[in-house]
């Protein structure tokens, strides 16, 4: 199974709850502050209307009357009709009370806005015999929009009405507002939760698919032990694909070792049959098809060795191998090929501690197959580097050459079975050193990497993880 990187989805899972929980007040934001100025226009609409009309009728009696007693009969009809829910005060020049349902000039909450005012008063400055009188809520305070209308030696008669339905309204609207707010961070929290368990989810496939394409290892599976629902039977429904595609590769890579198992007796056997004839016959020819014949034997050892390793349990018998000694031996091999083709041969090592447990012919085999590749295709003149690099936990190869290189697109199919560049097809070769040299890093839990070297060139690094 797949080993998974802890908590690293909850930066995503936040940033979705975020996201959707932003909306949501967003949008709750904006209807309830459209709601509140519509009605809030409205209401007030109303209440200029009414309070322009009130006006213009009592302008209009004291026009007829010229007397301003005729005022006070109004106001005092007014102010003592249960019916009517309006404030009515008249000052003479120096602002003191002459007649109204309110006691004193009241405090200005709001400047004007044209003729209107918006005014408080507490319930005690208004007339006891008012109906407007009644107690609501723990603000004893009514909210008065009113005209003021000069009348003659310096008189003001002062008209308003009670918009405290629009001011209930408005704490009623903050008490929802909060309502609203704790749950949408209700919502929010669950939002997270199920967010968290959906994107674990994903991230457990994903995590498992990405494992599988860059290792190459179809043996990893979808863990499945905490999912549950949905999921759960997606991941089981991957896995058994998993197994059914493990299956047929195994059956393709048996078919493969079977022949070249069966076919390499009888190809021993005309190899020596070929020999035999060559000693009685000088005919060129025989030797080309001896050549061919050894070359076909050559590429079914090579899809046999890579069987072997695939299917190798030799960790139990792993050993100390010092990586650094086995590069040293090559190293002191290959430099005469080297120096008969003209190139320039390098080996970088470390004073650090490159031991590992592995299979020292195996990995002689492998690093010769990627240093030999370097070589045969690195130009006269050219050079190629071997370096070892050890930090704990990491020991760190890498082969780097200034040969032709391989193009980006093929790379990820170079350790392919058979797979070969267009440009090395001319080469003589089976395509076969790669995919052993992989078989056998992956046996040894190590990673290959093919990296252009600029400007041009191929660089392969290895690197073992000891812990």
């Known amino acids: 199974m797949i080993k998974l990187k802890q908590a690293f989805w909850v930066g995503n899972v936040k940033n979705l709850s975020l996201v959707h929980s932003g909306l949501l007040v967003m949008i709750s934001f904006i209807a309830c502050i459209s709601f509140y100025i519509a009605y809030q226009i409205n209401v007030y609409k109303e209440v200029k209307i009414a309070l322009k009309i009130d006006v213009q009728g009592f302008l209009d009696a004291y026009r007829l009357s010229g007397d301003i007693s005729f005022i006070h009969n109004i106001i005092t009809q007014r102010i003592n009709n249960p019916e009517i829910n309006s404030f009515y005060l008249l000052i003479d020049q120096d602002g003191s009370p002459i007649n109204g349902n309110l006691k004193s000039l009241p405090t200005v909450i709001e400047g004007r806005e044209n003729e209107f005012t918006l005014y408080e008063v507490h319930y005690n400055d208004v007339v006891p015999a008012s109906s407007t009188q009644q107690q609501r809520g723990s603000h004893p305070y009514y909210d008065i929009m009113a005209i003021t209308t000069e009348l003659k030696n310096g008189m003001q008669l002062i008209i308003g009405r009670d918009v ?113 004839l060559e000693r009685d016959n000088s005919d060129s020819r025989i030797r080309q098809i001896a050549d061919e014949t050894d070359r076909i034997i050559n590429t079914f050892n090579a899809l046999l060795r890579i069987a072997n390793v695939e299917q190798s349990k030799l960790t139990k018998t792993f050993q100390n191998v010092d990586l650094t000694t086995i590069l040293k031996d090559l190293y002191e091999y290959y430099i005469l090929i080297a120096e008969d083709k003209d190139i320039v041969f390098e080996l970088k090592t470390t004073d650090s501690i490159t031991n590992i447990k592995g299979d020292k012919d195996l990995l002689f085999q492998a690093f010769s197959n990627i240093i030999e590749n370097s070589l045969k295709f690195t130009p006269k003149g050219g050079a190629v580097h071997l370096t070892v690099e050890s930090e704990a936990p990491i020991i760190k190869i890498e082969v780097i050459d200034n040969g032709p290189g391989i193009p980006e697109a093929d790379m990820p199919f170079v350790f392919q079975r058979f797979y070969r560049v267009d440009k090395s097809r001319h080469i003589r070769g089976n395509g076969l050193g790669l995919s052993l040299v992989k078989a056998i890093m992956n046996l040894h839990s190590a990673s290959i990497k093919l990296k252009t070297n600029q400007p041009h060139g191929l660089k392969t690094i290895i690197r073992f993880n000891l812990e």
Do not use: W, Y
């Open 164 to 276: 405290d339905e629009f001011q209930i309204f408005r704490e009623m609207l903050i008490v929802l507002g909060g309502g609203t707010a704790i749950l949408l961070i209700i919502t929010a929290c669950v939002g997270f939760l199920m967010s968290a368990l959906i994107i674990k989810h994903i991230r457990l496939i994903n995590t498992a698919a990405d494992e599988i394409i860059k290792t190459g290892d179809i043996s990893n599976r979808i863990p499945v032990q905490h999912m549950r629902g949905e999921f759960r039977g997606l991941a089981d429904i991957l896995n058994s694909m998993l197994d059914q595609i493990q299956h047929l590769v195994a059956g393709i890579k048996q078919v493969s070792d079977n022949i070249a198992h069966d076919l390499r007796t009888p190809l021993t056997r005309l190899k020596h049959n070929i020999e035999d």
